[in-house]
């Protein structure tokens, strides 16, 4: 074998010699020769780290050698992976990498190890040999190989995302309402801490369970870092966290946000603060006035306080033979903290109505009188002006009595689906 | 369609002169009554008579707490009630006025929210006269205590308009208003005592609960389920409040209602040391005390801040995906399904009662 190389001889003029001389060990590597590996380990974006060896060979032998590799990559110190690679060209630089998916794997740390070599067909009279065998036979490397070289990058998932900074910190659905003194069915979210992740905003992923569970709310966008939110129906029960947020960094799911949306659910009996009685009866002009007192609970059987009611009636049967009646006119209020009233009553100048209402001893409920005059059903709604509208917390019977009136047949809690 | 055919029975119906209402209210809050009312007076209505929806009444002022109004004086005044109503004279009621506009041109401020009738208007109080209240604290807490005295007075309390006073005091504690509950626990009536302890208790007072587990008499108090709601209130992490509710909690001989009610209010509190009581409570045979035991522990098992319901954001030694999956404070979730939620919670405290130190 031998080697030809063209070298410009300069006399008097331009004359190119070629000269060939016999190939000697030694002239495979010289005090030219560098060898170089570089191994890094780089977020590349949210949900990727790349793990990357880079080997070059410089000098003027560099075109002898193909650079090889074996690198082998690793999640929080266990091995996954390995690679033993040969340049198929000389010199370099060469690369050979990973990237393992943040989201398969997981937080941790990322890390590869490199095992540089390079190989050379001709060398060592044409047998093959490795540059470290060659180093080591004849001597003359400014290196040492194999080089070893390592790199790690350590992965922390992004924190949860939460409710942003003065935003409502709790969601209530209300039925459609968004809002009612302290209860909203509204807030923003503000992402975590990225950690790392570049992408800026994230995504936003809700996730929900299969029914009966039912919480749901709704973003007013995904790609955005503050969304707005609103509830779109309670979850299964109290403390039920059946709404899941995450940030999503190019796939790479943040930690996860677990929401529980509480509804107002249903009405208790309370007592009279002046009678002392759930039904507080007494005479009204020529008739009477039956106050029924209530508070109004949540999902987790806690007492609401601070909001507005309404009601609303269904068609009115007669009870009485002929009765005149006039129905009552359903109406919205306040209550501003925990407790509110149904006021019923009813009077009518002497000989207008039939039958004429009766004038009940004070306190009389549960002892009042029997006798029936007309019934409808009644709704009460929470947290709406609007007649009929907000969450149903409780339906009954509203039934007037000649001397008082009272609820019955209650039912609550009541879906407040709508 | 229903709505229609009310509209319908409406028509129909309203062919006498008649007075019927079934709106539902509530007494307004204090803060509001007193910045909308340029004069506040306690006073019995001396005259005056209703005429459709317009009052026409004049007040025999006893003492002034607001505005430059003169003790001894009447002053007239008008106000609007909801239904018109045929004209008739007004029961002469003694009680608290809240009043806007200018002297000669006076308005009732209603009391409440929501339906009013004549009795509405103005805060009702007892017809003999409290001792005067020297004037003590805001223009609001002048107003809670003149109401607390006729509470304490004992006298019959007219039907009208009332004052929401736990609302109040909750909303607003002052030292004084906790002076005179303190003397009601001491030694009023059962009304009162009731009222006292619902007051304290709301507040976490320790001398308060301490009472309720003390003095079995309370619990044939025909208010004690009222009694038992406000322990539920209580959120104190103090370390005696705890085992106290700890106690009452699994204490088989005590009063259901007290029992739950110790035990919701240990559900919500949650802290370490109130992990083996609920513990215990799984045991039980009532889903009251077990949903209780299964909210509570799942509160600490998921780092649930106190007065909370989502889990605090960072890591949390005992919170698993499962842990999280097993969470809910729910007497009707238990009863639907009683292995999932009991078995679960019984194996987690199993498994980590040790590291609870227990």
Redesign the interface.
């Known amino acids: 074998m031998e080697v030809c190389v063209t070298k410009p001889l300069v006399i008097v003029f331009p004359l190119f010699l070629r000269v060939c001389s016999p190939v000697l060990h030694s002239q495979c590597v010289d005090w030219t020769t560098t060898f170089t590996s570089v191994t890094t380990a780089t977020r590349v974006n949210g949900n990727q780290v790349q793990l990357l060896n880079t080997t070059t060979i410089g000098g003027d032998y560099a075109n002898r050698w193909q650079p090889e590799d074996s690198i082998t990559w690793s999640f929080g110190g266990t091995a996954e992976a390995n690679s033993q690679k040969l340049d198929p060209t000389t010199g370099g630089p060469w690369s050979d990498s990973f990237s393992p998916t943040l989201q398969s794997y997981g937080p941790g740390t990322y890390s590869i190890t490199a095992q540089n070599d390079a190989w050379s067909p001709t060398c060592d009279g044409g047998k093959g040999i490795l540059l470290s065998a060659f180093c080591a036979k004849y001597g003359g490397c400014t290196f040492k190989l194999p080089m070893n070289t390592n790199a790690s990058i350590t992965v922390q998932r992004p924190?949860?995302p939460?409710y942003y900074p003065g935003a409502n910190h709790?969601l209530y659905f209300l039925g459609g309402v968004a809002a009612d003194y302290g209860y909203s069915a509204q807030t923003t979210f503000t992402p975590?801490q990225a950690n790392g992740a570049p992408e800026n905003p994230p995504s936003w992923v809700v996730s929900y369970q299969e029914p009966p569970f039912s919480g749901s709310l709704s973003l007013s966008c995904t790609n955005c870092v503050n969304p707005n939110v609103t509830a779109t129906n309670y979850s299964?029960?109290?403390?039920?966290?059946d709404v899941v947020v995450k940030t999503s960094y190019n796939g790479f799911l943040s930690?996860p946000?677990?929401?529980?949306i509480?509804s107002p659910w249903n009405t208790v009996e309370?007592?009279d603060?002046?009678?002392?009685t759930w039904n507080?009866t007494?005479a009204?002009?020529n008739?009477w006035?039956s106050l029924i007192n209530y508070t109004t609970q949540d999902?987790?059987?806690l007492?609401l306080?601070g909001y507005d009611?309404?009601?609303?009636?269904?068609?009115?049967n007669s009870d009485f033979p002929g009765t005149?009646?006039?129905?009552?006119?359903?109406?919205?209020?306040?209550?501003?903290?925990?407790?509110?009233?149904?006021?019923?009553?009813?009077?009518?100048?002497a000989g207008?109505?039939n039958p004429m209402p009766v004038n009940p001893p004070?306190g009389c409920w549960p002892a009042c009188g029997t006798t029936k005059v007309q019934h409808?059903v009644?709704n009460?709604y929470f947290g709406n002006w609007v007649m009929?509208e907000g969450v149903l917390v409780q339906q009954d019977t509203?039934q007037r009595y000649l001397d008082h009136?009272e609820h019955d047949s209650i039912v609550t809690p009541v879906s407040p689906v709508n | 369609m229903i709505k229609g055919r009310h509209a319908l029975a409406v028509l129909g119906y309203m062919t006498v002169v008649a007075v019927a209402q079934a709106s539902g209210g509530a007494p307004a809050s204090l803060d509001q009554l007193i910045a909308n009312s340029d004069y506040i007076v306690v006073g019995t209505i001396a005259g005056g008579s209703a005429s459709g929806v317009t009052l026409n009444l004049s007040i025999a002022i006893e003492a002034v707490l607001k505005g430059q109004l003169t003790a001894g004086a009447i002053v007239g005044a008008t106000g609007t009630i909801t239904e018109p109503a045929q004209t008739h004279a007004l029961a002469l009621s003694r009680g608290i006025f809240f009043l806007s506009g200018a002297q000669g041109a006076l308005l009732l401020v209603p009391a409440a929210s929501g339906y009013l009738d004549e009795r509405d208007i103005f805060v009702a109080l007892p017809n003999v006269a409290s001792p005067p209240q020297p004037p003590t604290g805001t223009l609001k807490e002048q107003v809670m205590l003149e109401v607390l005295g006729a509470m304490a007075s004992g006298e019959p309390w007219p039907p009208g308009g009332r004052i929401d006073v736990l609302g109040e005091y909750q909303a607003d504690p002052t030292a004084s208003e906790r002076s005179v509950f303190q003397q009601w626990m001491q030694g009023g009536s059962p009304q009162l005592i009731t009222t006292s302890l619902r007051a304290l208790l709301a507040e976490g007072n320790a001398a308060a609960l301490t009472r309720v587990a003390t003095d079995t008499s309370l619990q044939g108090n025909p208010a004690a389920s009222s009694i038992f709601d406000a322990v539920k209130l209580l959120r104190s992490t103090d370390a005696g409040t705890v085992a106290l509710l700890g106690q009452m909690a699994v204490n088989g001989s005590s009063a259901a209602g007290l029992r739950a009610a110790a035990a919701t209010a240990l559900a919500w509190i949650h802290t370490q040391q109130a992990v083996p009581y609920l513990a215990q409570l799984l045991n039980d045979p009532s889903v009251t005390l077990q949903a209780a035991a299964v909210g509570g522990l799942a509160g600490f098992a998921n780092n649930v801040p106190v007065g909370a319901h989502e889990p605090a954001a960072g890591a949390w030694a005992y919170r698993t995906d499962d842990t999280i999956a097993h969470s809910v404070f729910s007497e009707a979730a238990i009863t639907a399904r009683p292995t999932y939620y009991l078995s679960f919670w019984q194996v987690w405290w199993q498994t980590n009662r040790a590291a609870l130190g227990y």
Request: one cysteine or more; proline letters at 9%.
């Open positions: 924190t949860r939460d709790y975590g299964l029960g109290c403390n039920v966290y930690d946000f677990w929401i529980f509480n309370a007592n603060p002046v009678g002392g507080y007494t009204w002009g008739g006035q999902m987790c059987a007492t306080s009611m309404n009601e609303w009636f269904g068609y009115w005149s009646w006039t129905p009552p006119t359903p109406g919205p209020w306040v209550a501003p903290f925990t407790q509110w009233h149904d006021t019923m009553n009813f009077q009518c100048p207008n109505c004070a409808a009644q009460f009929g509203h009136g």
